[in-house]
């Protein structure tokens, strides 16, 4: 089955201590980015990756890094958590080349809640 | 800047019912438009994908639109039920291929009563 899995689904954890989650996608894509999704402000771009090795910042990259050493992992990386990053984080990965291949697969999310 | 827009925010509707949820965008340089549902603490699940070129797209009871010159989307669901209640999201892929950032409406909201 298609899909893109995200761990762990749910975290808490307290301000400073370093993080990471996880995105795996199984369907050969090469793009892949990284949302945050806030009441009143909607989804917004993190980070994304056109394919291995190749990462650039979204609207919102502060705080944040990213890494894509292989094509199907994009972990996400919180070095040192704050409170205002608290929110549900999607990972996303498409397929670019046209048509319906084009549909944008998203993960189940991360619910973060930093103290 | 790109600016994707959903009205109504909210909608109730009771079973049945045909309905349409609008989603318009300021800049028609988009490359293509999906319309995805949010299940509450849930992913993101695509419904539809427009190409730019395209005015339509069809699955099931869904109907998807664009017209790309006025900037406007619209979703049509038919005989609504209450396994449609969910949160609608118009999401556009600005530029010139499938690597252009994706700009997403606040959604809208739809709860189908019984």
């Known amino acids: 089955e298609a899909q893109v899995t995200q761990n762990p689904r749910y975290l808490i954890t307290v301000t400073g201590k370093k993080l990471t989650v996880t995105c795996s996608q199984n369907?050969?894509?090469?793009?892949m980015s990284w949302y945050r999704q806030d009441p009143g402000l909607g989804l917004r771009q993190i980070y994304y990756?056109?394919?291995?090795?190749?990462?650039d910042k979204g609207d919102v990259p502060e705080g944040y890094k990213v890494s894509r050493k292989e094509k199907r992992n994009f972990p996400l990386i919180l070095e040192s958590p704050s409170p205002n990053q608290t929110s549900l984080y999607f990972c996303?990965?498409?397929?670019?080349?046209?048509?319906?291949?084009?549909?944008?697969?998203f993960g189940p999310g991360t619910r973060l809640l930093v103290l | 800047k790109q600016e994707v827009t959903q009205i109504p925010a909210a909608l109730s509707v009771p079973e049945g019912e045909n309905l349409v949820l609008n989603c318009s965008f300021t800049?028609?340089?988009?490359?293509?438009l999906q319309w995805f549902r949010q299940d509450p603490g849930k992913g993101l699940t695509s419904l539809l994908l427009?190409?730019?070129?395209?005015r339509e797209q069809t699955s099931g009871r869904l109907n998807a639109s664009l017209d790309k010159s006025s900037g406007r989307s619209t979703l049509y669901i038919a005989a609504s039920q209450p396994g449609d209640s969910a949160t609608y999201l118009c999401?556009?892929?600005?530029?010139?291929?499938?690597?252009?950032?994706?700009?997403f409406g606040q959604g809208t909201t739809l709860q189908v009563k019984p």
């Open positions: 996303a990965s498409t397929l670019p080349g046209g048509g319906s291949q084009e549909t944008q697969y």
């Open positions: 369907m050969n894509h090469e793009y």
């Open positions: 990756s056109m394919n291995v090795e190749v990462t």
């Open positions: 800049d028609s340089a988009i490359y293509n």
């Open positions: 427009i190409q730019s070129s395209q």
């Open positions: 999401a556009v892929r600005r530029g010139s291929s499938n690597t252009g950032k994706l700009i």
